[in-house]
């Protein structure tokens, strides 16, 4: 079992990396014409967030 201390640097984590895909989408739609959405960055959070509170068996 992950220590209260480990589970908040997961979510800091998580939030950085949510952080990462706003900008990203923020610049995509600045461009409005890319098909480039942050997908990747998304992704990354979503498996970073699960990892963090246990939930790698979900399914999607």
């Known amino acids: 079992m992950s220590s209260h201390l480990q589970i908040i640097a997961e979510l800091e984590t998580v939030t950085e990396i949510q952080a990462k895909a706003i900008r990203v989408l923020a610049t995509r739609l600045a ?3 890319d098909t480039e959405t942050g997908r990747d960055e998304i992704a ?3 498996k970073a967030y699960r990892e963090a ?3 790698t068996d979900w399914p999607g």
């Open 31 to 33: 461009e409005l014409g």
């Open 44 to 46: 990354e959070a979503d």
């Open 53 to 55: 509170i246990g939930g």
